[in-house]
Structures are given as structure tokens and as C-alpha cells.
């Protein structure tokens, strides 16, 4: 069966819900909506996805700060269990990661930590690296993942406007960063998007400062990673930069499942 998935860092979902997020849903036509920073509680988070029909949600908000954080899927399929977390309290506080399981497949939704301003959060961020590439290992050990979301990362120098200027300089671009995902790829997971369009530029992001998005000065830190065993069931994937309502824009994978 054919399926597309969407995802998409909202940057606040009450925001966004001002900006036209039910006329964005009907729009994308998804099967599988995942947000991530929604920076809001689980009733909040309620308020606006409650008036939509078809789909049933699941929420993870963030244990240790509100308004900050925080993952939600919608989906027309009802899952068979529902995963919070990653079982790892020094990363479970902040509402991350949230996973479904359904027949044929897991789905991993992850907003991954910013390693901030200074990069002071770095340290932080290769420990996380490492013990989310765990985590989806031993889901796929029991079913193929899917996993999406904001990654905090631009692998190549495809994948942001200005990669000489931030390299090792700036949250995103870092070697640290980089590998932390390359070793996610060759642990067995696929970038969609690059693996269909290998030299196309394009961008998820863009910073609210300077026009950014106008000028299109942006990045690519929004995937879909597949394990290898998905790959010839792969369809398309897009980039919807056409989408406004918050600094991202949506990305999408159609695969056969």
C-alpha cells in the first residue's frame, strides 16, 4: 500500500494553527503527520489537533521546561503501541522522540537537541547521537524504521547556502554534528531526499533573521532516513518550501508499504 508521510518542525504549534496549519493538512493529503517543537503541553497540543478529523494523535510534550520542545503524530492508521522516549532519562525530559509502531514498520519522530549558541551544547549532542542510533537499532532489529524530523544537521555542503563560513562554527555544521549522521547512514539508514536527487539544492530552513527565506539563505536539516531494507520501496520524496508557517517547511516521503 502506498503511504506518505510528512514532517514537519512547526516552531510552536499555536503559532502555526494562526497561520493556516488545518488548510496546510488538507493540502499536504498525508497519511502520517509528524511535528516536531510544538513547545506546548499535551492539552494544548489537544486544542488544536482535536477539530481535525481522521486522524488520530499521539503526543509527547516536554517533562522539564513548557512552551519548549516537544513531538506529535497524527495518523489516519491507528498504531499498535505507542513509544515515548528513547529510555534514557538524560534524554527524556524534553519530548523528543516519539515512535508508533504499526504492522510492517516503525515510525520514529525526533527532534534533535540544538547544540546552541557557542556551541555549548555540543558535548551534549554527540552523546545523543550516539544513543539514538541505538535506539532505532534495536527497533529495526524487530521491524524496518522509518525515522524523520529535524535533525539540527546539514550533511554535505549541498545542504546549506553558506557551508564554508559555518563550518565547525555554527550549530548544524559542525564535524561533530556531520558524523554523528553519517553514522546513522552507514549504520544502514538512507537519506531519501539525497538518494533521489543527489544534486538538487534545496532547503528546510531558514533563519527569521535577515530575510533569510526570502533570499533563500537557507539549510537542509529536515529528513527522512529509511532503513536499507525500505529502499526499492521508496517513491519520492519532496520539499515543500511553497509552505509557510513557521522557519521549516515541510518534507515528505510516498513509500510502498
Known sequence: MKRKLVSWNVN??????????????????????????????????????????DYSAYINSSKSRKGYSGTCILSKEKAIDEIQDIGIY???????????????????????????????????RQGWNIDFKNFLLSLNRQKPVIVCGDFNVA???????????????TAGYTQIEIDGLTNLLEAGFIDTYRFLYPEEIKYSYWSWKQNARKKNVGWRIDYFLVNESLKNKI????????????????VSLEIEL
Open 155 to 169: 550533511h554535505q555542503a549541498i545542504d546549506l547556502a553558506n557551508p564554508k563560513s559555518n563550518y565547525n562554527k
Open 235 to 250: 517513491i519520492d520524496a519532496k520539499i515543500y518550501n511553497e509552505i509557510e508557517g513557521s522557519d521549516h517547511c515541510p
Open 90 to 124: 538524560n534524554h527524556d525530559q524534553e519530548g523528543r522522540v516519539l515512535s508508533l509502531e504499526f504492522s510492517d514498520y516503525y515510525l520514529v519522530n525526533v527532534y534533535t537537541p540544538n547544540s546552541g549558541s557557542e556551541l555549548a551544547r555540543l558535548d551534549y
Open 12 to 53: 510552536g504549534i499555536r503559532a502555526t494553527a494562526k497561520k493556516g496549519f488545518v488548510e496546510t493538512l488538507k493540502e499536504l493529503n498525508t497519511d502520517v503527520l509528524c511535528l516536531q517543537e510544538t513547545k506546548a503541553p499535551i492539552e494544548e497540543v489537544l486544542k488544536v489537533v482535536e477539530p481535525i478529523k
